[in-house]
């Protein structure tokens, strides 16, 4: 079996398999399949990551990954201590960037400062969803790579609800693909 990694620098080739890019993410091919043939991961991994607000938020969605079927990439943090929001979700979107996860599902008490600090990073989509219609949508028109949710804001079972949503909806591309390579383009004050 094949396995999965991060970015190349990341990857060590010392079994005598090549590396394969697919999407972002280094695959180290089998010999005898070849790249084209190479193979992936069984379950697709979702990064998981909150602070101390966002803590039993995000336990009970790292059950619901699991329960979906998903390997849950579990970031911290651990328990209730007071931490930083931004750490947070800064390594998610480090994750969904360096191909350690596909998404991520973000928690801090409002959903806000954690999502703030991932949409920081280019090529991150973090969309800080209500329910599953607003999880929907951020899939199916916004292609949201993150999905924040506000553990002292959203009970227990609308943020069940809104990962299902979130993890079930494809992009819709179309119409929307231009939309979201807006999103995607740096710019700066003199461009404006």
């Given at each position: 079996?094949?396995l999965?990694f991060?970015?190349?620098?990341?990857c060590?080739?010392?079994?005598g398999?090549?590396?394969?890019?697919?999407?972002?993410?280094?695959?180290?091919?089998?010999?005898?399949?070849?790249?084209?043939k190479?193979?992936t991961?069984?379950?697709?991994?979702i990064?998981?990551?909150?602070?101390?607000?966002?803590?039993p938020?995000?336990?009970?969605?790292?059950?619901?990954?699991?329960?979906?079927?998903?390997?849950?990439?579990?970031?911290?943090?651990?328990?209730?201590?007071s931490?930083?929001?931004p750490d947070?979700?800064?390594?998610?979107?480090?994750?969904v960037l360096?191909?350690r996860?596909?998404?991520?599902?973000i928690?801090?008490?409002t959903?806000?400062g954690?999502?703030?600090?991932?949409?920081k990073?280019?090529?991150?989509r973090?969309?800080?969803?209500?329910?599953?219609t607003?999880?929907?949508?951020?899939?199916?028109?916004n292609?949201?790579?993150?999905?924040?949710l506000?553990?002292?804001?959203t009970?227990?079972?609308?943020a069940?609800?809104?990962?299902?949503a979130?993890?079930?909806?494809?992009?819709?591309?179309?119409?929307h693909?231009?939309r979201?390579?807006k999103?995607d383009?740096?710019?700066t004050?003199e461009?404006v």
């Open positions: 079996m094949c999965r991060g970015p190349q620098s990341q060590a080739p010392t079994t398999r090549a590396l394969v890019r697919r999407c972002h993410i280094w695959y180290v091919g089998c010999p005898e399949t070849g790249p084209d190479t193979h991961m069984s379950k697709t991994v990064a998981l990551a909150a602070d101390h607000a966002g803590f938020l995000k336990e009970i969605m790292a059950e619901e990954v699991r329960a979906l079927g998903y390997e849950a990439l579990d970031l911290g943090t651990h328990d209730t201590a931490v930083d929001y947070f979700g800064h390594a998610a979107a480090e994750a360096d191909g996860a596909e998404k991520a599902v928690c801090c008490g959903g806000l954690i999502s703030m600090a991932a949409n990073y280019p090529g991150i973090a969309a800080l969803c209500h329910d599953a607003t999880a929907r949508l951020s899939r199916e028109h292609d949201a790579n993150i999905l924040a506000g553990a002292r804001v009970g227990t079972e609308v069940r609800d809104a990962v299902r979130f993890l079930a909806t494809p992009f819709g591309g179309a119409r693909a231009p979201v390579a999103i383009q740096i710019r004050r461009a």
